[in-house]
């Protein structure tokens, strides 16, 4: 089982936690929702939970439930710009449909 991050994701996020001042990383999960029935939901994290699940990636913890485990295990967390778009994006491989918009997906 594991979580990774490409290099522009770890920078990204190490950003964001020295802008915002406090916070140990970020946690990854998934929650019920959209037409394919799943979105991933992402949150810094200023402590860890009992049961919490911790990888550390390129200097950032990704803490995640064992419920939503499951659903994101060997998923990568990549970061990217295109044109004025920018944003996270996950490559899970554990998605096997996703809604025409991108904001939701089955397994």
């Not at 994101?72 to 990217?80: F, I, N, Q, R």
């Amino acid at each position: 089982m594991a979580i990774t991050l490409t290099d522009t994701a770890a920078d990204r996020i190490k950003g964001f936690l020295a802008q915002r001042g406090k916070g140990v990383g970020l946690r990854l999960a998934v929650k019920t929702t959209g037409c394919s029935g799943m979105a991933y939901v992402m949150e810094y994290v200023d402590e860890i939970e009992d049961g919490d699940v911790v990888f550390e990636d390129r200097g950032v913890k990704v803490i995640i439930s064992p419920k939503s485990l499951v659903y994101l295990d060997g998923t990568e967390l990549d970061y990217a710009r295109e044109g004025l778009n920018e944003g996270f994006r996950f490559n899970n491989p554990n998605v096997k449909d996703m809604c025409g918009c991108g904001e939701s997906f089955n397994v």
